[in-house]
């Protein structure tokens, strides 16, 4: 009879316990799915600082929240900074997520470091894979050999990514990039024109044109086409910076140090900054300045 009652004391412990910790449990989690709608909601505004926050929040109350892992690995990425996104998406790739849905912003993780041997090696197109995500491992491995000097095996891999997806922008926008390394200008500007016929959102594209029309002495139109980068990805510093060179070129100097104090206010700190002011204040023979 004794060890029938201790039996029927351990049972009742275990039920008031998990009376007790359900609601906890419970709780946790919907806060956390509050935080994960908070932070959908604020990228879809474009606040990805505040995103940011918002996703480490719920990676707080749950780490292995591999969907939360992606999402702000992808977050980092918009934002430039490939090594915290790199660490995300890793965490994601751990936590379950689909391979076709970490593999190719890792690859731009690493694409943003310069970590080409890290791309290589990792990113393999595999036999069941489709030939949308075939054509973008191809794009990211032949970008990867472009910045590792091997034009040819570059130029291989990129058009055979071009034969499985013709209207592949980010193909086009890599092919041009190659062009540009082979000097031939022509080639650039009618990739690029590709690219953004496949995808008029492309930022990038948009800013590569931007800087292929200043080298071809057509200021007005580069800064029309930085501008459009802007439009679709505020946070590409490389559009603000020659948005402030080409003012400066203009000798617009008061726009160039409004564009570059709006450069300041995004990404503070930024290498490029103290040149930029030196040169506006050169350009104004402040030579203290300089």
């Not at 959102?201 to 080298?215: C, D, F, I, N, P």
Request: net charge negative.
């Amino acid at each position: 009879m004794r060890d029938f009652m201790r039996v029927i004391q351990r049972r009742m412990t275990y039920i008031l316990l998990a009376l007790v910790i359900l609601p906890f449990d419970c709780s946790l989690a919907s806060a956390a799915d509050d935080r994960m709608r908070a932070a959908q909601g604020y990228l879809e505004s474009g606040d990805l600082k505040a995103a940011v926050i918002e996703f480490k929040n719920v990676l707080q109350q749950q780490p292995s929240n591999g969907k939360a892992r992606l999402l702000l690995g992808a977050t980092y990425l918009k934002l430039g900074e490939g090594a915290a996104a790199e660490k995300e998406l890793r965490h994601a790739r751990k936590a379950g997520i689909a391979r076709e849905r970490w593999i190719m912003p890792l690859g731009r993780a690493y694409l943003m470091q310069g970590k080409t041997q890290s791309i290589l090696e990792e990113m393999q197109v595999l036999k069941g894979d489709v030939p949308a995500l075939q054509s973008d491992i191809l794009t990211l491995r032949g970008q990867a050999l472009l910045l590792s000097d091997q034009q040819d095996e570059a130029l291989a891999a990129l058009n055979q990514a071009s034969e499985l997806a013709p209207q592949n922008a980010e193909t086009h926008f890599a092919l041009a990039q190659l062009a540009i390394a082979d000097k031939n200008m022509e080639d650039a500007q009618s990739r690029i024109d590709q690219a953004l016929e496949a995808d008029p959102t492309h930022s990038r594209a948009w800013l590569l044109k931007g800087r292929l029309l200043r080298t071809q002495n057509k200021p007005e139109e580069a800064l029309q086409a930085f501008a459009r980068a802007l439009e679709l990805d505020p946070y590409l510093s490389g559009a603000r910076i020659e948005i402030v060179r080409v003012h400066i070129s203009l000798n617009q100097l008061d726009d160039a140090e409004k564009a570059l104090k709006e450069l300041d206010r995004i990404e503070p700190g930024l290498l490029q900054h103290q040149y930029l002011v030196a040169l506006i204040a050169f350009q104004r023979k402040d030579y203290d300045g300089v």
